[in-house]
RNA sequence: GGGCGCUUAGCUCAGCGGUAAGAGCGCUGCCCUUACAAGGCAGAGGACCGGGGUUCGAAUCCCUGAGCGCCCACCA
């Protein structure tokens, strides 16, 4: 026994993190079969920039369940990642270091920044995508060491042996072999179609990182005449600029208003191109004048109406978001009156589209088109999430998964998942339902995984995108900027007869989506991934539900025909007092670093584990703070329990035995809550016992512990206060591991981390019948506290009688308590009358 | 437009069919009591969002309305 005189919370952070590490107290043990084993599928956070109370919160969650699960005797595997892969890092790699990838240069294995020629400090110096990579590993190798002190402050139990990046050398490899495999069983394909695509980025997006954002815009009511120059319609439309592309018009087939237009044509304003008026059941008589133009490609469902109608394409808007030039004489380019027509176009080539739209405007209003003013109105256009501008449909080549032949497996799959809270499982109904078409997985980036293939050039350099040249597996990973396919040499690249690389590289999420694989050593580690794989958690933030959690599954259901974990965590959002969002751009952050120096790791802990999965949580340092004031207690309270000088002997008093009684009821509850995985009613649970047992057990026995009524009554409380500690503190553990760690080693050997989960069996030898002894002393001793409150005396005040009203059985209970309550109560006289509740009646001493 | 969640004391939240509605914080008062003054003890404070219904009994179940938040949806 080795207690402080005066236990502090100051140091336990280092202290103890420091010992976990050297010990190893959460290495995972890879001996253990898969059934007793626990993994977890660690969200890897995004490596630029830093950590913030959100992160805190969440992955303290996790800890929570890991901790538990621990205790259970489970061996648990808990990797940490890091998410290093993609446009963030790659954005703060060019600014930083000031250099731009080109895909297209080899990679220099001399390459060294600081002996660099730059001619031009403002010039970004072309790299190739293999230095790039470097660089960005460079960089990014900052931030990681960063996240992991954070991490390790706040106590995560993470295997720290196990860990990797979404961009390392484990990662592109699995994620370049899962591809293969898809496309080798064709369930990854590449073709030419019309693409969600961000002009300001270049690169195509999935629907997954769309999001829908309110603007300003202006609706144009336009008149079409009919080509048989028999009357007119009417069209409303937010952007005019696509006349030219405008291949045909729909109406609703079942609006008896348009019925007679179905089969006959009309002619385009200003570009005079003669188009179908079709029907369509997507064409709604709600909106506008319930005829619609079709675009090639205003949005989705313009794709959609082109698809199914069979429509020829009139592409008028380029990649960079302005208006491409004409190319008429092409399928598709006529005009009634040419001349009229380019005219036209001239005015708006080479305008980005919103000024396009306005000059349009202007033309349609001189031609007699424009009916009436154009009308201002607020509407919903789709952006790329990290995107500025409004996405635009464009055609171009791109990889694809199929997703959505599955979509009826993978709602299954989803209802296999446990979701916590279980009303999260129809978000990711509601995602996969709504699914629109199959996953692009291409960018036309240069940090990510490279796509393992390449196309052979024909005579005229022309590459044969049909049939791609792949490597074998034991090549991955591979890059075909620098590498050279099988049966080629470097020279023949780029030239015709040759090869060239594919020059894309592959959604983030094709990496991320792979996790448990990359952590659990899928293809790398045999004896590992069987051990871990399916994992049993993946927990994470409910607004990636879309992509992360999503792509999981449909990747382990492709690849391995299982869930890639049985349970799903969804932890909320930390609000701000105002109830905003925090997040950096918002600029409402508290950094973890402050938090845990203000209230101690343990503190902050507390107010994370209070918070429930699924419920966006209120910052709140008064909660922290609390927290600290438990740990203090937890010291202050086991420091008296662990120094009393009596010897322990066996639990016989009832008052003792009736509080374990209870005890076994909190471990009861706690367990049940932990195994639903409601971890804030198990911390809710353990800390009201905790409460109770400082504030009025400790009380009742303070003076037998001390020896007051002769050594065996006093070895009573000694082993009681003791059996009821141990028990408590694996209950807080999970919650509060530093503290309940440091009170641990005061008088028990080995990591209260590695002890086991307190049973309620282990209580059983202990406890009495009757638990009410314990509650209906500490009711009474409540009562005479609140008669000397009320008469605004000291506590320690003689009571000189109390006469407790009550019934029967519970003034029977309280006999066996008597000794212990008048003296915590400082009674001099108890009486007992029998009533039909409990009625309290105080007479103090004179001063 | 569809879906989900939330609405309980000044604040943050439990409770989700059964004795007079709970906790913590905050507030007020008292107490240096030998585990703890970075403390302890006690007190005040509530039409359980509104309206219907089911029931012996509803904060809890059903219907309906309102507000807030989130997710999804084809930009006319």
Known sequence: MNVPDKPSLDGLEAKWGEWWEATGTYRFDRSKPRQEVYAIDTPPPTASGSLHVGHVMSYTHTDLVARYQRMRGLEVFYPMGWDDNGLPTERRVQNYFGVRCDPSLPYDPSFDLTTLERPDEAEPVPVSRGNFIELCERLTVEDEKAFEDCFRQVGLSVDWTHTYTTIDERSRRASQRSFLRLLLRGLAYKVEAPTMWDVDFQTAVAQAEIEDREVAGTYHRVRFDLADGSGSVEIETSRPELIPACVALVVNPGDERFRGLIGRSAV?????????????????????????????????????????????????????????????????????????????????????????????????????????????????????????????????????????????????????????????????????????????????????????????????????????????????????????????????????????????????????????????????????????????????????????????????????DSLPWMNAAISGFVMDPERKKMSKSKGNVVTPVEMFERHSADAVRYWAGSARLGVDATFDEQQMKVGRRLAIKILNASRFALTMEAQEGPVAEPVDRAMLAGLRTSVEQATAAFEDYDHARALEVAERFFWDFCDDYLELVKQRAYGAHGPEKAASAVSSLRLALGVQLRLLAPFLPFVTEEVWSWWRSGSIHRAAWPKPDELNPHVAGDAAVYRVAAEVLTAVRKAKAMAKVSLRTPAELVTV????????ALSEAEADLKEAGGIVKLETVEAEALAVETILATP
């Open 268 to 560: 385009t304003p200003l570009f005079g191109a003669e188009v179908p008026i079709v029907a369509h059941e997507l064409a709604d008589p709600e909106k506008g004048t319930g005829v619609a133009m079709i675009c090639t490609f205003g949005d989705i469902t313009d794709v959609t109406w082109w698809r199914e109608l069979r429509l020829p394409a009139r592409v008028v808007v380029g990649r960079d978001g302005s208006i491409a030039p004409a190319r008429w004489g092409e399928p598709g380019w006529d005009a009634r009156d040419a001349d009229a027509a380019r005219r036209a176009h001239d005015e708006l080539a080479g305008l980005p589209t919103k000024r396009a739209r306005k000059r349009i405007a202007e033309l349609l209003a001189g031609s007699g088109h424009l009916r009436g003013e154009p009308q201002p109105v607020r509407h919903v256009v789709k952006f790329y999430e990290r995107g500025e501008r409004p996405l635009e449909v464009v055609s171009s080549r791109q990889w694809f998964v199929k997703t959505i032949e599955f979509r009826e497996q993978l709602l299954e799959r989803g209802r296999q998942i446990r979701w916590h809270p279980e009303h999260m499982g129809a978000r990711y109904a509601s995602w996969v339902e709504g699914l629109n078409g199959d996953w692009c997985i291409s960018r036309q980036r240069f940090f990510g995984v490279p796509f393992p293939v390449w196309y052979r050039l024909d005579e005229h350099g022309v590459p044969d995108h049909d049939h791609p040249l792949v490597p074998n597996e034991e090549r991955l990973p591979v890059d075909p900027s620098s590498d050279v396919p099988d049966g080629y040499a470097p020279e023949h690249r780029g030239q015709p007869g040759g090869f060239a690389g594919d020059p894309d590289i592959m959604d983030t999420w094709a990496t991320s989506s792979l996790t448990p694989q990359i952590a659990g050593g899928w293809e790398e580690d045999p004896d590992l991934f069987p051990r871990v794989f399916p994992m049993d958690l993946r927990p994470q933030a409910h607004e990636i539900i879309r992509t992360w959690l999503f792509y999981t599954v449909l990747k382990a259901h492709l690849e391995h």
């Open 805 to 812: 009203h009550d019934s029967v059985e519970r003034l029977r």
